[in-house]
């Protein structure tokens, strides 16, 4: 999974600085909506597999599942060295929505996966380490991708990832797993009706855990924020400004996006060690994560330097982590292995749509107003209000919990 992440980022870096580079603000339209577009094309087929990829991850061998996503991605990547014109964006955006249309089986084996090979006491240390893992291949694959874009060129960047996506598909072979407890055959009928959706999301409603659900749908903000990311580091913190070249916007963005990783490293460490273990304390932990996030994305536009904004980012994102690593426990503590990956892949539909609308929305208002600045404190004002809402709508979650230490 490491191997993988650090090449996904790699290109996707390298996918930025290109639509920089052959779109620009004078060529498919304002480049807000461009870096919109690369989102709304990296989250929609995501959403729409998902009602596929979760009853699959819960029917077949997980293991099998991961392999297979990572050897197609790694065809969709090598494809992408066709482009290298403006007349071959769309191509690119269609590469983009296929490459993460795949990722979600690999995605909804993996969260699948985890309950069943750590204990239920350590289930939040594993995912504090996990989020660790990816904040470290997210900062180091972001940044060294920048350096590489610069070294070797987007072609370069491409095979590159392509590799990683083998090199994990032959780590994972391996690995030993589990069979999946449910053992009934795919029924197309229940994925196409969505009565396997449906069931999931009954089964959650029956725990008393439906609310959770939506905590990543809540946080979508974050999607319409990691557009204008790209735009700060194309126009405000590139070397050559608007319209800078391939190199000197994916310095400026990898830059920003390493900030990031660095802050989701550090997110689920600090709720872990200041809040405790328990599911009323990763209650807790969330609404804090989106008051931390409204901080940092407010405070942002102010930012002059890139170390600055680098600072920022980090603290947004910190809370950002806290809200996807405590939410993503509190279900999976509680949900039945026969429903993890159906789970998991509704969770997973909410939010896309959610980082889909905000990442347009915000992409569109920063071209509508000729300011970042705004989009960012229309952003940041969503995360605060999610907050409070949070913390009204779970105020009877586990309310009659046992105080625990784990």
Excluded at 262 to 276: H, K, Q
Aim: aromatic share 8%.
């Amino acid at each position: 999974m490491a191997v993988s992440q650090a090449g996904d980022w790699l290109s996707r870096v390298a996918v930025l600085s290109l639509i920089a580079s052959l779109g620009g603000a004078d060529a498919l339209g304002p480049v807000g909506m461009l870096y919109g577009m690369e989102l709304a094309l990296r989250l929609l087929p995501t959403g729409f597999m998902a009602p596929l990829a979760g009853p699959v991850a819960d029917r077949f061998s997980r293991r099998m599942v991961m392999v297979l996503a990572d050897l197609a991605r790694a065809a969709v990547v090598l494809s992408l060295l066709l482009v290298d014109e403006p007349s071959e964006l769309p191509l690119l955006y269609g590469l983009v929505a296929l490459q993460t249309g795949l990722a979600v089986f690999f995605d909804a084996a993996r969260s699948a996966a985890l309950p069943s090979v750590v204990r239920r006491e350590d289930l939040l240390d594993a995912h504090a380490i996990s989020a660790a893992t990816w904040s470290t291949m997210l900062a180091l694959g972001a940044f060294s991708g920048a350096l590489v874009l610069a070294a070797v060129g987007t072609r370069g960047v491409f095979i590159a990832d392509a590799i990683t996506f083998v090199a994990s598909a032959a780590l994972l072979i391996g690995l030993p797993l589990a069979a999946p407890a449910e053992n009934a055959r795919l029924s197309w009928s229940g994925v196409l009706s969505g009565r396997d959706m449906r069931a999931a999301l009954a089964h959650a409603r029956d725990l008393g855990i439906g609310r959770v659900l939506a905590i990543k749908s809540l946080w979508g903000m974050a999607g319409g924020v990691l557009v204008l990311l790209s735009v700060l580091g194309s126009q405000r913190f590139g070397a050559a400004g608007a319209g800078a070249g391939v190199e000197e916007a994916g310095l400026a963005i990898g830059t920003l996006y390493a900030a990031r990783g660095v802050g989701t490293g550090l997110g689920p460490l600090f709720a872990r060690r200041f809040g405790g273990g328990t599911d009323r304390a990763l209650v807790r932990a969330v609404a804090v994560g989106f008051w931390v996030a409204a901080l940092g994305y407010g405070v942002l536009p102010w930012a002059t330097s890139m170390t600055a904004a680098c600072l920022l980012v980090l603290v947004a994102h910190a809370g950002g982590s806290a809200i996807w690593v405590s939410s993503t426990v509190l279900w999976q503590r509680h949900v039945s292995d026969a429903f993890r990956g159906r789970v998991h892949a509704l969770e997973f539909l909410g939010l896309t749509l959610s980082f889909t609308f905000w990442g347009l929305g915000l992409g569109w208002l920063t071209d509508r107003t000729g300011s970042v600045d705004v989009a960012l404190g229309v952003g940041a004002a969503a995360a605060f209000l999610s907050g409070l809402f949070w913390l009204v709508w779970s105020r009877s979650l586990f309310a009659g919990e046992a105080p625990s230490s784990t």
